[in-house]
């Protein structure tokens, strides 16, 4: 967020909501949806996101409105992976889950890579060097 505030500084709602692309009135329905966004309120109500509330709150639209998961299946997703998981996908790490797909890719890329040396192999021994 570039507002000229620091980095480490509380938000209005009208400034996360200008920052993530969302209405105020989603942002106050994902925090009755999700008991996780807890913003500061003082006085008459207002509200005050801190830094991680943000996050989360991004990582919340990224599992809604990025991967078209249902606010039932990002609950879930909350309570499986936690809050930590969800506040990464803000800032582009990857989730567990993710990270897994990669790794059973690198697997079976490496699996297929000696797959065809091994039909290299085969096809020197049947055909010859020379073709």
């Keep these: ?5 620091s980095e480490s500084a509380f938000r209005t ?24 966004i807890q913003p500061v309120k003082r006085a008459a ?3 005050y996101y801190r830094p991680e509330d943000v996050e989360l709150i991004a990582g919340i639209k990224h599992l809604l409105h990025g991967q078209g998961m ?14 930590a998981d969800v506040r990464a996908l803000a800032s582009g790490a990857k989730s567990k889950p993710e990270a897994a797909l990669n790794e059973i890719g690198l697997n079976r890329r490496s ?16 055909v010859g060097e020379d073709n």
Excluded at 1 to 5: P, R
Excluded at 72 to 82: A, E, S, Y
């Design 45 to 47: 109500g207002r509200r």
């Design 13 to 36: 709602i009208s400034e996360v909501a200008q920052a993530l692309d969302v209405k105020p009135h989603v942002l106050r329905f994902w925090e009755s949806k999700f008991d996780e």
């Design 1 to 5: 967020m570039t507002s000229g505030k």
């Design 111 to 126: 699996k297929l890579e000696a797959a065809r040396q091994n039909l290299v192999q085969a096809r020197i021994l049947l």
């Design 70 to 83: 249902t606010i039932k299946g990002v609950q879930k997703h909350l309570k499986d992976n936690g809050i």
